[in-house]
């Protein structure tokens, strides 16, 4: 495909013959290195309204490197000036730090060249307007927002046009613009913004848009000239021109030097065969004093952008050209010193999302409170004052109360305030759990670099909706009722509501939604007050963490740079993460066991551990034993000897297994292990090329162990249907975890007699249908055999 062309409106406009048309589309053809040097159609449209410019949109079947743009782009600016009108030539612009009259982009395979006319130069014209603060755009609506000029200078008129427009380049693509005015001030700009496609959010310092100042119709003869510009900074401003005396030019770059009364070109640079002549006097100022010598005609020094200048410059022995005043007046030299950056400040009107609970019943309920004792009293009383002053409660008439209290917290001179809402839940809806359980951090690939926050006081900053906020009232009762007890009721989520968690959940989770879509490279892990953020490489973790505090922080939430980790081992979720492994946090292991709630605290404790270290059933069956017998939490209970040595089993295990990050590039495989009926699984990495020696890495990488329930169904009575039951278990849980399903499954089993062979396997697969269901649409391999691996091959004894 080469350059394509429907209309020659824009050729027209500058007056192209047809000749120079097909010669410019075969330059360009050239110049873009496109496979096939054919003409086919460009279409053009209207830039702006009035005679102000065209669009020329070129089609080309691949973006051309950079480097090609800017040649493709000279070669217009030159063609333009040579073919083009004299108003065109005369149209300039400044884009960046460049002054143009064509600008060049590139967007879905279309070269755009934007040809402007009658639009006259000013001092850094395109203004890019970007936020004065973080914004979280959570649904489609309008939001007046502060947006600041980045760029110097103020706006060329007060009274011009001024053409709003996005930023392509630096503003997502669902983000629309609405220039405005307020009704109470005509004259201030405003700018109004909004999402189409919700939730996202724009960190501060986002730029939303650009401005283009431009003016009614002007006269041509009335169109400016521009002159070149420069910035003022360390390096010395240097213009390239050129001396013209009769057919003879010669290229120079030569200094401005406002101190220069003339120009001063070097001997050097001199050409010998233009004549000079010596001048009564001397040039002071360069080297000292020097005898003045001055070309005998009259030079043409042409600037870079076609400014002519007509004078006799001097000749004298000097390092590099000085161009003086003479000839910077000719040219029309300014200096232009501007004025502080303009700013555009608007109120951003954002309301925190709440989330409306469901009543069973709209009758108050009012249980009485309790008296306290004056300690507890008095610690009431500092604490209800405390959350006044944060406001988080306010002083109510609500008919609704539950009874408050305070507990000292363990090891410290502190109370807690707490509130008894046992029958306030009773009367409100349950919710449908948000996140089932805690994500897993062996998902996070190994050796990439991890963050881990703590929110502190989480619910504290999330609010009641403004209707059930009165419901969730409490009093402070006084002595003896020797004054009128004060009232107050939750503006924000209450501790021992029963939705709370749920309510945090969904109100945290709206806050990261648009931070996961703004830093997809990526994961971010959040579990009620606990965030985690992970990424590949220390930039794309240092982008998505500035996002993730900067929506935190936007919220109203409260982070202490204290419960900010950065270095390994990360704590995260009672497990200790390394760059590589994850251990439970140090488990206390409570030996001493008295009564059936002893138990109850010490097989949860194991229980939860046992997914990463690998705690089977059998180890842990004596414990487990000691649950059954009376019901009531007070019934004495002891260790037996069976018991006390498979604790001592499971504190050696804790002490040596551990749990392994994944590796992304790894597919994950499935092993079944032990002898029947006692199975349990390993859903495992497996590195082909490490083998387990001295000074190498573990080949194996372990994801997570598999267990059958402690209490079996009746109903699985044969062994194939413990396997079927294990396999589906494995599949369930890889696609929670992973979104996938196993490369391999491995089934070596040991039965009495042996080894379970690969035609027992066969036929078991054909007849059975508890292993068909378990192993439906699976795509993978099955395989009888183990890797090499002492914790695979770790098999207890049959029973």
């Not at 996961?516 to 240092?542: G, N, Q």
């Not at 018991?643 to 495989?669: G, I, N, W, Y």
Request: net charge positive.
């Amino acid at each position: 495909m080469g350059l394509e062309y429907k209309s020659d409106e824009w050729l027209r406009e500058l007056g192209v013959f047809r000749l120079e048309k097909r010669r410019l589309w075969w330059e360009l053809s050239t110049l873009l290195q496109l496979p096939e040097k054919r003409l086919q159609p460009v279409s053009s449209q209207s830039l702006l309204a009035g005679d102000t410019g065209s669009i020329a949109q070129v089609k080309v079947p691949y973006k051309p490197p950079l480097d090609t743009l800017w040649r493709a782009e000279k070669y217009l600016r030159n063609w333009v000036c040579r073919i083009g009108s004299r108003r065109l030539k005369r149209a300039l612009i400044y884009v960046g730090n460049t002054k143009r009259n064509m600008i060049l982009s590139f967007d879905n395979n279309l070269l755009i060249f934007i040809f402007l006319s009658n639009i006259p130069t000013c001092r850094k014209a395109i203004f890019l307007l970007q936020l004065t603060e973080g914004l979280h755009l959570k649904d489609d609506n309008w939001n007046f927002v502060s947006v600041d000029n980045s760029e110097q200078g103020t706006w060329p008129r007060v009274k011009g046009k001024l053409i709003v427009v996005g930023d392509c380049k630096h503003t997502p693509k669902e983000i629309e613009i609405l220039p405005g005015t307020l009704d109470n001030n005509p004259g201030k700009f405003v700018l109004w913004l909004r999402c189409t496609h919700p939730p996202t959010f724009l960190p501060k310092g986002q730029t939303v848009a650009q401005i283009i100042p431009t003016w009614e119709h002007l006269e041509e003869d009335n169109i400016p000239t521009a002159c070149p510009g420069h910035n003022i900074t360390e390096v010395k401003p240097q213009v390239g021109c050129e001396l013209q005396v009769g057919d003879e030019a010669i290229n120079i770059t030569g200094l401005l030097h406002t101190d220069m009364d003339v120009t001063v070109i070097p001997a050097k640079h001199w050409p010998s065969r233009w004549a000079l002549e010596n001048v009564a006097g001397y040039v002071q100022g360069i080297g000292g004093m020097q005898l003045a010598r001055q070309s005998k005609s009259v030079v043409q020094i042409k600037g870079p952008k076609g400014q002519l200048a007509s004078l006799r410059p001097f000749v004298l022995d000097y390092r590099e050209p000085l161009l003086g005043r003479d000839l910077m007046a000719q040219w029309g030299v300014t200096i232009d010193i501007p004025n502080p950056p303009q700013d555009f400040w608007a109120v951003v009107a954002e309301e925190c999302p709440t989330h409306k609970l469901n009543w069973k019943t709209d009758a108050p309920v009012w249980v009485e409170q309790w008296p306290l004792s004056k300690q507890k009293l008095k610690a009431l009383e500092e604490l209800v004052e405390e959350q006044l002053a944060k406001d988080h409660i306010v002083e109510t008439t609500s008919p609704w109360n539950s009874p408050v209290f305070v507990i000292r917290k363990p090891g410290k001179d502190k109370w807690r305030l707490l509130q008894d809402l046992r029958q306030i839940n009773n009367v409100i809806e349950d919710m449908g759990s948000l996140q089932p359980g805690m994500p897993t951090p062996t998902m996070l690939p190994q050796n990439w670099k991890l963050v881990v926050i703590d929110i502190k006081d989480c619910f504290f900053h999330i609010p009641l909706h403004p209707d059930d906020a009165p419901r969730f009232a409490f009093s402070v009762p006084t002595v003896n009722r020797e004054a009128p007890r004060k009232r107050y009721h939750w503006r924000v989520l209450p501790q021992g509501m029963k939705v709370s968690p749920i309510i945090c959940q969904w109100y945290v989770a709206s806050l990261l939604s648009p931070v996961r879509v703004a830093a997809e490279k990526a994961i971010i892990h959040h579990y009620m007050d606990d965030v985690l953020v992970c990424a590949p490489t220390d930039d794309v973790l240092s982008h998505a963490l500035d996002l993730t505090i900067n929506a935190l922080v936007v919220a109203g939430f409260e982070l202490q740079e204290d419960k900010v980790q950065r270095m390994p081992p990360w704590r995260y979720l009672g497990l200790e993460i390394g760059k590589r492994t994850i251990v439970p946090q140090k488990l206390e292991i409570k030996a001493k066991i008295q009564t059936l709630a002893d138990v109850h605290q010490l097989c949860g404790a194991l229980n939860w551990v046992r997914p990463w270290l690998g705690l089977t059933t059998e180890d842990l069956a004596p414990l487990f034993n000691l649950l059954k017998g009376g019901e009531e939490l007070s019934s004495p209970r002891e260790l037996t000897p069976e018991a006390k040595e498979a604790l001592e089993k499971v504190q050696h295990l804790m002490s040596t297994r551990q749990a392994h990050r994944c590796d992304p590039d790894l597919p994950f495989k499935f092993i079944i292990m032990g002898k029947l009926p006692h199975l349990h699984g390993v859903i495992f990495q497996w590195r082909n090329n490490i083998k387990k020696d001295q000074g190498r890495e573990d080949p194996l990488l372990i994801i997570e162990w598999v267990f059958l329930s402690h209490q079996r169904s009746k109903r699985m009575t044969r062994p194939q249907e413990l396997v079927a039951e294990l396999i589906r278990k494995a599949r369930v849980r890889i696609r929670e975890l992973a979104g996938c399903d196993f490369e391999c499954i491995h089934i070596p089993i040991g039965l009495r007699s042996g080894q379970i062979t690969k035609a027992m396997l066969e036929h078991l697969l054909q007849e059975n249908e508890a292993l068909q269901f378990a192993l439906d649409s699976f795509t993978g391999q099955i395989s009888i055999h183990r890797p090499a691996h002492k914790i695979l091959i770790r098999m207890p004894n049959s029973h």
